[in-house]
């Protein structure tokens, strides 16, 4: 079975774009919303630094954590970088509070619409992100023209392609119609960050790297406690809209939680490129 097989739809919600996103399963104000992304730091944060500390981050860098949700990573970013500033944006700052490190600035900030001065940033990083912003290809190139000659653009991002290969049709079409909700309410493309790193390229960036790691689940790991507090908060949607029946969520759910089921969920996608040291 392969993405194909999902039937083409027109996004909807989608008036202003960015808005669809507040509105929509993973809104900031539905209750489970910060423990669900608690629980992607814990699944992600290890592949973030690892990709991050491979560019061989500065004291002195100037950092800009886009979406930056829950915030572990711009805290990281500020305190792996104490003497530069990191700016870290969402459309809803809400979860960034707290003990926050001086050189951290939390700022309000719609990426689809707005902008920062051209050649501000060493490092721009942006997870789970791109992936639904409608127009990530313009957003992309905008993004890149902020970055300081040198500077590097890193981009992670969550591929459904793993679940599609399963060798259980119902977890296969349970992944498909996750994928197609989202695609639906938020303009979210689920098979677009296997394309890395072409939009990087096209964007203008050069020397492009690529890292990727295949989630599991039904095993309680960190990918298995993301996919189910997922799933688990668009259930209803995927139900409303008649992509899963109330007979194969039940199914799914005892087939995930039986002893013996294992199987790949979502890979996680980070691809990174730089602009040129002579500002391209
Ligand atoms: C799935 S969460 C990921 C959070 C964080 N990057 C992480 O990986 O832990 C996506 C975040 O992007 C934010 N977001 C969505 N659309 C946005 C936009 N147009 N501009 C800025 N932030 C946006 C959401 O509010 C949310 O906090």
Redesign the pocket.
């Known amino acids: 079975m392969t993405q194909h097989t999902t039937s083409p739809s027109e996004p909807r919600h989608l008036s202003g ?2 808005q669809g ?2 509105h929509g399963a ?1 809104a ?1 104000r539905t209750a489970t919303e910060l423990d669900r ?1 608690l629980t ?2 814990a699944d ?1 944060d290890t592949q973030t630094k690892y990709v991050v500390q491979r560019l061989h981050p500065e004291r002195s860098w100037d950092c800009l ?9 711009a805290r990281w970013l500020a305190m792996t970088c104490p003497g530069g500033h990191t700016i870290a ?4 700052t809400g ?1 960034l509070t707290g003990n926050l490190p001086d050189n951290l600035h939390v700022l309000r ?4 619409h707005e902008s920062f001065a051209a050649g501000s940033f060493d490092l721009i990083h ?4 791109f992936v ?2 409608p127009a990530r290809q313009q957003i992309l190139t905008k993004a890149a023209g902020w970055l300081k000659p040198g500077g590097w653009l890193v981009i ?1 991002d969550p591929d459904v392609f793993p679940a599609l290969t399963s060798p259980h049709p119902l977890f296969c079409k349970a992944a498909l119609a996750g994928a197609e909700l989202l695609h639906r309410t938020l303009g979210t493309d689920l098979h677009w960050p296997r394309t890395q790193p072409a939009p990087l390229l096209q964007a203008g960036l050069t020397q492009p790297g690529l890292h990727i790691s295949i989630g599991t689940v039904g095993d309680d790991s960190a990918s298995h406690r993301l996919w189910q507090a997922t799933f688990d908060q668009i259930r209803p949607a995927l139900l409303r809209e008649n992509l899963l029946t109330p007979d194969e969520a039940a199914e799914l759910d005892a087939l995930v939680g039986s002893p013996t089921f294992r199987d790949a969920c979502l890979a996680t996608v980070s691809a990174w490129a730089r602009r040129t040291h002579h500002g391209r």
């Open positions: 774009e960015s996103y507040q993973f900031h992304l992607l730091q992600w954590e886009l979406g930056a949700g829950a915030g572990s990573i944006t969402d459309l809803d979860f900030h719609d990426v689809t942006a997870r789970a992100l639904h912003l992670e």
